[in-house]
């Protein structure tokens, strides 16, 4: 875990760079956020979070999701983990794909003119 606070203009910064490296890639990447960073992106009172709980929904895009993350954490200069897959076992081990609390899912549309 990193030791330094994503703040809500932070985040949506590194998902606008993940979804323009798709973009560029012409891939489709979606994620569902979970935990302290939905509550993050939905309500005013909290403020920061220490990283961004997240699972893949696109599992044939996981490798190209991770390689967008890595790519925003160096633009950004964000720690190397501030995109956490681990929710997705917890998931799994629990038999389900979605959760009825705290979940936000981001999704890149690629647009064409």
Known sequence: MSLSKLDTETIVRAFEVMGAY??????????????GTAILLQFPWRTATDDVDAVFSRGDAEASMKDAAAYAA??????DDWLNNASAALLLSRNRTTSSCCRVTIRVEIVRD
């Open 22 to 35: 798709l973009r560029d890639r012409n891939l489709i990447g979606e994620i569902a956020v979970y935990g």
């Open 74 to 79: 160096t633009l950004l200069r964000l720690p």
